[in-house]
């Protein structure tokens, strides 16, 4: 089974993903071992590729997988996140390897987990996580890859990484031909750069995946919106997505959206496919992820937080049905689908997406902060431009904010942003408006509207919860015309008595 060969690389995990990914790495040179724990899909994927542009070798046990890569071994890891990854990585441990090897988790994996296996490993073997992003074929053509580890570790995994990324163009920013034409891609710029220590890969992977969720959910809705309220077709709504596609809201989120409206049913060509599936979205943990870690640090990550809601919402499917015929809310209206009421969505998508990444950026300051991580936003939304999930052309607006802006409080700021919103606002106020007094559910947009209109209020009614709270509980509140730090409580039945320091 094993060949003479000297693989410079290894590879555990022989689903979809782990079998791309490996032939990905194939494709560019690089001569890979692969494992996976049932050995007859071992021996079926080799069989399967028998003329890689470099070898594929597959082996048996972990003894003959470890023996078989060159020192320092790099091993990447494709197995469910949790409990399997330390599981790989103890029984990789006991089949030999050494400390300067080099173990790469390329799941989903919890950032905390990535510090805690860093540290637990340290000495035997050297714990590396990379975020890995752009679903099958992404994997096979060329991914956004987002690295965090050990900076030594970077310089062995950073030719094998730079090579199976996507490329985007040096000039536009824009995906070069490779996902979406079923080939491997050489020159270009790769989505791939080394992001941090420890965590900080899996960290920016999550914080991409809580922003896909509120993209899919902002699309959603637009798509209700024109479904409900102007009373389009699935494959008209199809077209007016492929003409969104040619503005600032391309993206591969909005391409495939345009092809999965205009999709028949494959049992009944009359029906529109979309209609036949159940409105009840799953979702494997990693946008609630994003938003808890939003509540424990205190960043309003609203809209993400909503995403994720949205999701809970539409799997209630039973206890909907059965609201649906007790909760009436306004009655159902129709408007006309002119260019005006479809370009105000559009804008509200834009706004409402913009908003999105504002929080995502945000989340990552401050994690940045917490974990001493020194994260380059720019490069970030760089290596998002091409190959992940998320990839839009408006990922360069954000990497053109912060290269010229390096320490930008918040994307709203940025001037072509604020452009943006200035602009769009109107338009979004509308839609939000229409959608809630038509009673069309549209929490995504209203959530990210509520952001942006709180962001940009020098003033908020917190002042009065501070009073309730020292009311009820003496917590204490600070006076606008007393130092920073300064806290105070009054007897507040009868308030005339005199205001006391904390
Ligand atoms: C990616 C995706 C990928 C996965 C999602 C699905 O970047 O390639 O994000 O990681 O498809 O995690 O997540 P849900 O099942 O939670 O929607």
Same mark, same amino acid.
């Given at each position: 089974m094993m060949t003479s060969a000297n693989p410079c690389v290894g590879l555990i995990g022989l689903a979809v993903m782990g079998k791309n990914l490996a032939l990905n790495i194939a494709d560019h040179g690089f001569e890979i071992a692969v494992f996976n724990r049932t050995t007859a899909v071992t021996d079926e994927f080799i069989a399967e590729?028998?003329?890689?542009?470099? !070898?594929?070798? &597959?082996?048996?046990?972990?003894?003959?997988?470890?023996? #078989?890569?060159?020192? $320092?071994?790099v091993i990447i890891v494709l197995v469910k996140a949790g409990p399997a990854v330390d599981s790989i990585v103890e029984q990789l441990l006991a089949a030999g390897l050494d400390p300067q090897d080099i173990v790469v988790d390329a799941g989903n994996s919890l950032w905390t987990?990535?510090?805690?296996?860093?540290?637990?490993?340290?000495?035997?073997? !050297?714990?590396? &996580?990379?975020?890995?992003?752009?679903?099958?074929?992404? #994997?096979?053509?060329? $991914?956004?890859?987002?690295?965090?580890?050990?900076?030594?570790?970077?310089?062995?995994?950073?030719?094998?990484?730079?090579?199976?990324?996507?490329?985007?163009?040096?000039?536009?920013?824009?995906?070069?031909?490779?996902?979406?034409?079923g080939k491997p891609v050489t020159g270009g710029v790769p989505c791939t750069a080394y992001l941090g220590p420890n965590g900080a890969g899996h960290y920016v992977k999550m914080v991409h995946n809580g922003i896909e969720y509120v993209d899919m959910q902002l699309i959603s809705e637009a798509y209700l919106l024109l479904r409900s309220l102007l009373g389009l077709r699935p494959d008209e709504i199809s077209q007016i997505f492929s003409q969104w596609n040619k503005t600032e809201l391309n993206s591969y989120l909005i391409e495939i959206t345009a092809d999965v409206l205009q999709q028949k049913d494959p049992r009944n060509k009359k029906k529109f496919l979309v209609d036949v599936i159940v409105d009840s979205a799953g979702q494997k943990g990693t946008g609630k992820w994003t938003s808890t870690n939003s509540l424990d640090m205190g960043v309003p990550a609203n809209s993400i937080a909503e995403a994720v809601f949205a999701r809970c919402m539409s799997a209630l499917k039973s206890e909907r049905v059965a609201a649906s015929k007790k909760l009436k809310g306004p009655l159902a209206r129709k408007l006309r689908a002119g260019k005006p009421i479809i370009e105000a969505i559009r804008q509200a998508l834009y706004c409402s997406k913009i908003c999105a990444y504002a929080q995502g950026f945000q989340l990552m300051r401050e994690a940045q902060n917490q974990y001493h991580w020194k994260l380059d936003f720019g490069t970030i939304a760089s290596i998002w431009r091409g190959g992940c999930i998320i990839r839009a052309k408006f990922l360069q607006k954000i990497t053109d904010a912060y290269q010229a802006d390096p320490k930008l409080v918040n994307l709203l700021l940025d001037p072509y942003f604020r452009k943006q919103v200035r602009t769009g606002q109107e338009d979004w106020r509308k839609v939000v408006s229409l959608a809630a007094t038509t009673g069309v559910p549209a929490p995504a947009f209203m959530s990210a509207l509520a952001y942006f209109d709180s962001y940009r209020s020098a003033v908020l009614p917190a002042s009065l919860i501070q009073a309730q709270r020292d009311y009820f509980g003496a917590h204490t509140y600070q006076r606008v015309d007393a130092p920073d730090g300064q806290f105070f409580h009054v007897d507040w039945p009868a308030a005339d008595r005199p205001e006391v320091k904390a």
């Open positions: 590729n028998p003329h890689t542009p470099a !070898k594929l070798t &597959g082996c048996h046990t972990l003894k003959e997988f470890v023996d #078989a890569i060159a020192k $320092p071994r987990d990535t510090i805690r296996r860093e540290k637990d490993y340290s000495g035997k073997l !050297k714990f590396f &996580g990379s975020g890995v992003s752009g679903g099958e074929l992404g #994997a096979r053509f060329g $991914p956004s890859l987002m690295p965090g580890g050990d900076p030594d570790s970077w310089k062995h995994l950073e030719p094998i990484w730079k090579a199976i990324a996507a490329k985007v163009d040096a000039r536009t920013g824009e995906p070069l031909a490779g996902a979406s034409a």
